[in-house]
Structures are given as C-alpha cells and as structure tokens.
C-alpha cells in the first residue's frame, strides 16, 4: 500500500515554512521540510501576490519534486489580523422520529450557529462547538442521546474573504492545490497538553509581522486574537535607535538581543566592527531596553484582552512560541508582566516517528516550528480522507477542537 502525504505550510511575513508528512502511520512522520524567505504579506495578509507567488514557486516546485499527491494536498495557516470572533447559538427541533440526536441534526444546529451577520465581504473559516445542550441540560457530547430541543453555543470565527482568497490565489499560481485554510493560533494551540487545556492556558506567538493568542480554558477554545505587531517592529525599533541598516539590527537582534534588560551589564558593549562595516560601539543594555519596550507594547494588547475573561484563568501558565520566543529571558518578561507562570513551547514529540528527531535536528524543540508542525499534526490524523473540500472547515474541525 503506497503513502499518503500531506504539506502543512506556514506562510510568515518573514519566511515560508513547509513540512511534507506521511499520513500512513498512526504517528505523523515528517519526511520533507523546506524553508524559505517570504514577501508580498503585510499584517498576516497578502499584500502583493506577485512577491508572494515569487517566493512560494521554489517551495512548491521542492515538494512536487518528492510527491506531486502532498503539493495537491496542502493545508495552510492564516493569520490575517482583520480576523475576528463571534460568540453565536444554534437552536433546532430533533429530527428523529423517536428524539435520538443524529450527526445530520449536530451538523444542522451547527449551521444555525452559522446564520449571524458577519458583515460584508467576510465568511466563516472555523465554527468551534463550545458546548452543547440537550432540553436545557449541558452535555459533552449528544449524539446518540434522546431529546426534543438542541442548542450549541459556538465560537464563530471569521476572515476577510479577499484575504483569504488572495492567499489560495497565491498558492494555486505557485502550482499548488489547498486542501484547508487554519486559523493560525489553533495550529498553535497542539502545543498545548490536555491538563493544560483543561486548568486553563493561553499560547502566544510571536512572529515577524503579527502576535497572536489563543486560550483554553476546560479543553475550550475559549478566545483568540491578533495584533499587528511582531518582531520586525522590534528590528525597525533597533535600527532607528541606532541609525543602522535593517539588515544589521536583525543581526543585533538575532545574536545580541535580550528582552529583559536588567539581565545585561549596563557595562556591555557590542564592536560592530567584528559584524560589519560600521566602526562603532554599543551598548548592549540599551539594544535590550529597546526590545524590551517594543514587547511591553505588545503585552500591554494582550493584558487588554485578557481583561475579558477572568482573572484567574490561566493557573496553568502561558506557552510561548514562534521565531522571537527565542530571545533571551522573555519568558521572564512575560511572567513578570503578566503576573502567570510562563515557558517556552515546542511541538509535542510523541506525536512523531521517530525520524523527525533524527533527520531534522532542531527543529522539532524550536518554538519558531511548532505552527506548521501544528499544521501537521493536526492534518495527519485525516489520512483516508486527505482530499477534503476546502468549504467543509467547519466539520473537518470539529475533530480536532474539544
């Protein structure tokens, strides 16, 4: 019996990431990753398809070269910040003649979820069931119970269709074929344990041109968000700081970069002679104060969204992922800040074969994958049903979503 393959592909304002897995094993096992520099995206949107498509050819070309069968079955995240959320209800009368809940009735109170005004030119990317009650009564699961009356309360997440279609646009030019399109956090949110899920815990990703959460609280996807604010604003910060090319601050950042800055010696220089041409010293205590600032901008967005939720729902602490987690001693900047325990998040590796610690070393623990191993992780358990209509979001995730 020949493989099954699928592409779980992270398209950043920084860079393209792509993971090819097999779907032909009880574990996902990563056979291909490829990367490469991204363009043409400005806030988690598509800004200029053509950049886009320029940049995406070679990745799609790379993974048509391995299997033409993962180039048509991709699955890729979105990150729009112009994405929003929706708290909705769906109410029907049972179907069945002797009042047992059928997946057809789940699958239609669902929809009535669905009939809210979004506004024009939006759609629904995700409708997340967050609890369902039958007659009155709250129940984990009613199919196959008996009842009159059922009501789901749902999380109606929804996209700027042009956004979204511009995205699909890009990667059917570049020669490849979506399958899904994933709100980002959820991909983010398999980086998350069961206990976790279940005390109560947020994810955050920090990225190149957004951040983004997402939190649980009871296995409940409970709330989401995005900022436009990510680490280029950090660079940019660094590079008008000290009057140098963006180029060089990405590199000061990279390598010299701190995001508490009492961690630095005030006495610490940095010769930017040893790393380019400029012949000047500074001080590394003021590159860190610089980063420092910009990140307390952002955690000061997300101190405002968690003033909707309550106080005490995150016991089990936030998990932090995507290329700036890196950074020394931010997750000491975020505990201190926002008063919860905090860490450094990377992909579950149980979920693996073996093969991705052994042929892609690194990548695996690094907080700057764990979105599109996310991708994959998720995407893996489909395996007979790899060709799924783009349209049919809503019931591929209600597999995966508790």
């Known amino acids: 019996m020949g493989k099954n393959y699928i592409t779980a592909l992270d398209i950043g304002t920084f860079e393209i990431k792509a993971a090819v897995v097999s779907v032909s094993s009880e574990k996902g096992e ?5 990367k490469h520099p991204s363009a043409g995206l400005r806030r988690g949107a598509v800004l200029e ?26 699955f890729v995240n979105f990150n729009s910040s112009e994405t929003k959320e929706e708290k ?7 179907s069945h ?13 669902r929809r009535a979820a669905e009939a809210i005004n979004l506004g024009s030119n939006r759609e629904v990317l995700h409708n997340i069931a967050q609890q369902y009650i039958v007659d009155g009564v709250s129940v984990a699961d009613p ?37 899904n399109v994933i709100f980002s956090p959820l991909a983010d949110g398999t980086v998350l ?6 005390l109560g815990a947020m994810v955050i990703d920090i990225g190149a041109g957004i951040t983004s959460l997402a939190i649980y609280r009871e296995k409940k996807l409970i709330k989401t968000a995005i900022f436009p604010l990510g680490g280029n604003n950090i660079t940019n910060d660094i590079a008008i700081g000290f009057k140098i090319p963006i180029s060089l601050a990405e590199n000061l950042k990279v390598n010299y970069g701190c995001a508490y ?4 010696n005030q006495k610490e220089m940095i010769d930017l002679s040893t790393i380019s041409d400029y012949k000047s010293i500074i001080s590394r205590r003021f590159l860190a104060e610089i980063i420092e600032s910009r990140l307390e901008e952002i955690i000061d ?10 106080k005490d729902s995150l016991p089990a602490g936030v998990v932090l992922v995507g290329g700036t987690a890196r950074l020394p001693f931010i997750s000491e900047l975020i505990s201190d800040k926002l008063k919860v325990y905090s860490q450094i998040g990377s992909t579950d590796s149980s979920q693996w074969a073996i093969n991705a610690f052994l042929n892609f070393p690194g990548i695996v623990e690094d907080p700057m994958y764990v979105n599109v191993l996310g991708l994959a992780q998720m995407n893996s358990l489909i395996k007979k049903e790899i060709k799924i209509d783009i349209s049919n979001i809503g019931k591929f995730f209600k597999m995966f979503i508790p």
């Open 30 to 34: 990563l056979v291909r990753f490829f």
């Open 49 to 74: 398809i053509s950049d886009l498509v320029q940049n995406l050819s070679p990745v799609i070309f790379e993974i048509k070269k391995f299997s033409r069968q993962a180039a048509k079955n991709i």
């Open 88 to 94: 909705s209800k769906g109410i029907i009368a049972v």
């Open 97 to 109: 003649p002797n009042n047992e809940i059928t997946s057809e009735d789940m699958e239609r109170v």
């Open 143 to 179: 199919l196959g119970l008996n009842g009159n009356r059922l009501e789901v309360e749902s999380l109606i997440i929804n996209a700027f269709s042009p956004h979204i279609r511009s995205l699909v646009k890009a990667i059917e030019t570049a020669g490849g074929e979506v399958r």
């Open 193 to 198: 344990s069961r206990s976790q899920k279940e």
């Open 261 to 264: 800055a009492k961690e630095i």
């Open 301 to 310: 967005l997300i101190k405002d969204e968690l003033k909707t939720i309550a």
